[in-house]
């Protein structure tokens, strides 16, 4: 069946086809190189999103991206650093620059080097000063975002209170063991304010969760992302995200070596349709729009053109075939 669907909208891209946008060696052309391999796959729009670093070097990465004029670029997601440092929630975020406190003057820092085009900042609610510089984000036009947390749920009662929309990469970025209830997966769940944002690779989140979190969130609030690294459109090897080593292996799963932590994906935005599809039993149209109309209106965006695809119901397999921007 052919479908003509808007471009595709990526909240969460950390690199693409080889190329980190986290890295030392990052120019316009290589974000260029990474946004035309991505297009291939039906995104027209994205958020280049920077991780935990030292400042210089997300300062570096910033202002390569804040000089760019091309559209693909709708702004910059900021993750990190004022995130949780505990294990299993801080995820692929190196420790040593994870920030003991969420600052007005470091944010501000920021954003100037990145030319005000920060328009996306997860943040761990537990952090102090998160609440806010939530308040100070929301007041200056930015979406504040909960992520790789292990706050209560006072804390996150009080980050939604504060202004904050959306929740990152929904049911990763927090310990590998919860308590039953309560925990931060069923207070953003229950959030009604919140949109989440969920990685369906396969390896992030098993079917049934992808399908009962969609169900409870509703497709009109539910967003997908790739959190895609430099792995995405390459094959098993290694790879980086800014200073820190992954691992692609055969089955498409991207980990830190030698550990059970993920660190990103190589997942690209079509095969997350596919995917979700198949887990949730919604029809296309419906998760097409998880990724393309409903990231770009959560933003206060649009979409880019338009991609002619073909959908095998039966296969479960969405293919682009052709890309109008």
């Not at 954003?111 to 996306?120: C, M, N």
Request: hydrophobic content about 45%.
């Amino acid at each position: 069946m052919k479908l003509e669907m808007p471009g595709l909208f990526d909240l969460q891209v950390n690199g693409f086809a080889g190329i980190d946008f986290n890295g030392p060696d990052l120019t316009a052309d290589r974000v260029d190189e990474a946004l035309e391999r991505m297009r291939a796959t039906g995104v027209t729009r994205c958020l280049p999103t920077l991780i935990t670093s030292s400042f210089e070097q997300f300062a570096r990465s910033a202002r390569v991206l804040a000089r760019m004029s091309s559209a693909a670029i709708a702004g910059i997601h900021m993750e990190g650093p004022y995130l949780s440092p505990e294990d299993g929630a801080r995820g692929a975020h190196p420790r040593e620059h994870v920030a003991r406190a969420a600052s007005l003057d470091d944010f501000s820092r920021r954003q100037d080097a990145a030319g005000g085009r920060i328009v996306l900042v997860t943040l761990a609610p537990e952090v102090p000063g998160a609440v806010t510089l939530i308040e100070h984000l929301v007041a200056s036009g930015v979406r504040a975002a909960i992520g790789h947390t292990t706050a209560t749920p006072q804390q996150i009662g009080d980050a939604v209170a504060a202004g904050a929309t959306l929740a990152t990469h929904l049911g990763n970025g927090c310990a590998q063991m919860l308590p039953r209830h309560p925990n931060v997966i069923w207070e953003l769940l229950a959030a009604d304010a919140v949109f989440a944002s969920l990685i369906v690779d396969g390896h992030h989140l098993p079917p049934a969760t992808v399908k009962a979190m969609v169900r409870a969130k509703g497709p009109g609030r539910t967003i997908l992302v790739t959190d895609a690294i430099a792995a995405a459109g390459r094959g098993p090897g290694r790879y980086a995200i800014g200073a820190v080593d992954c691992e692609q292996h055969e089955d498409g799963r991207v980990s830190l070596p030698g550990t059970p932590y993920l660190a990103g994906s190589g997942v690209t935005l079509d095969r997350a349709i596919a995917n979700t599809v198949r887990f949730t039993g919604l029809p296309v149209d419906r998760v097409v729009a998880m990724a393309s109309t409903i990231p770009a209106s959560y933003l206060g965006a649009t979409t880019a053109g338009t991609v002619t695809a073909d959908w095998d119901a039966e296969a479960g397999e969405l293919q682009v075939l052709r890309v109008h921007v």
